[in-house]
Nanobody
């Protein structure tokens, strides 16, 4: 089966930086859009950034100019470079692939996949 595994979370001071990674593994055929979402305590999950196979990027207004999303299709990996972090960026960050196509036997299937989440805490 296909798995998305995030890494790179942790504790950082305000103004600091972190780089999140999300690697997809399994019998993957193609991953179209990849993205990052986050969920803070008591709040709904929200979009952070997405990137298409043609490298078109989309960002939430709250992170524009501070976060950068990128991908390496040879490694089936998406990254999120987070700079100038603020306490309000504290959340669990989830990797998402809404239309990941994978091999199931001799056929392909397309299904949304989520990672397990990685905690990002911005605090002094």
């Amino acid at each position: 089966q296909v798995q998305l595994v995030e890494s790179g979370g942790g504790l950082v001071q305000p103004g600091g930086s972190l780089r999140l990674s999300c690697a997809a593994s399994g019998r993957i055929f193609v991953i179209n859009t990849m993205g990052w979402y986050r969920q803070a305590p008591g709040k709904q999950r929200e979009l952070v950034a997405t990137i298409t196979r043609s490298a078109r990027e989309n960002y939430a207004d709250s992170v524009k100019g501070r976060f950068t999303i990128s991908r390496d299709d040879a490694k089936n990996t998406v990254y999120l470079q987070m700079n100038s972090l603020k306490p309000e960026d504290t959340a669990v960050y989830y990797c998402n692939a809404p239309d990941l196509t994978y091999w199931s036997g001799a056929y392909t299937r397309t299904k949304e996949h989520w990672g397990q989440g990685t905690q990002v805490t911005v605090s002094s």
